[in-house]
């Protein structure tokens, strides 16, 4: 079979995450990096698709944005990247099994959420601000999107957040479940695309978006902090509550019957 079965499927998921939690600091930072970049990069495409769609098109315009989103995980995952949302689910898998540490989870949270805010400001400020790219004729997108997110509460940028990673991580899970490249860009693909499509808030993305605003002069780093708090807590609770601890829970998998990650 070209697949893994759900339950083969955690066990490689487990074995993602212990292979995570030996990566050194160096390798992290290079990872986290890239795929902070990549989801940007998604991100920044999904911008100019829709910024000068017709109005009237409504979600459908939106629609066709989401649909090209998925680049960066896309890019993430077969390029290979350190992506906190991934990560959210595989290190937690992990040592629900006993596998890894607390501390090893927290350590690659860490890094590989400085690697990749660095990844995102790097593209906002050198593609967004000194290309323009997310200024001049996509200002006015580029603020209005990244204002919806920090305009929002703690609770709704909270619960978003859980919708967010759970589409995500479940992109990630579906990658693991194919042992081909082409099946793992058609499992990650439409819950990346649901995600975006949504509106839900992604901790990553944010770091882009909010941040190419602010160069822009829109917003200040103090309207981003609360958005970034209540959507990293909401992300966490995604990965790795609805998906890593519930299946988990359902299959109860053994490291040592761990597939290798393809």
Known sequence: ?????????????????IAKSRSSVPTLLILGFIAGAFIATGFLLDLHVINQLPANWGSFGGLLGAAVFPVGIILTVLAGGELLTGNMMTMPIAWFARQVSGFSVVRNWFWVTIANFIGSIAVAWFFGHVLGMTEGDYLKKTVAIASAK??????????????????????????F???????????????VMAFVAIGFQHVV???????????AGQLSWADYLPNFAAVFLGNTVGGAVFVGLAYYIAYRPQNQSAATPQ
């Open 205 to 215: 993305a944010n770091m882009f978006i909010i941040p190419a605003a602010i160069f």
């Open 1 to 17: 079979m070209s697949l893994y079965s759900p339950k083969e499927i955690a066990a490689v998921a487990i074995q993602a995450g």
């Open 150 to 175: 920090v305009h929002a509460d703690f609770m709704h940028s909270f619960i978003s957040g859980i919708g967010c990673n759970w589409l995500v991580c479940l992109a990630t899970w579906m990658a």
């Open 177 to 191: 479940a194919s042992k081909d490249m082409v099946g793992k860009i058609f499992g990650m693909w439409f819950p």
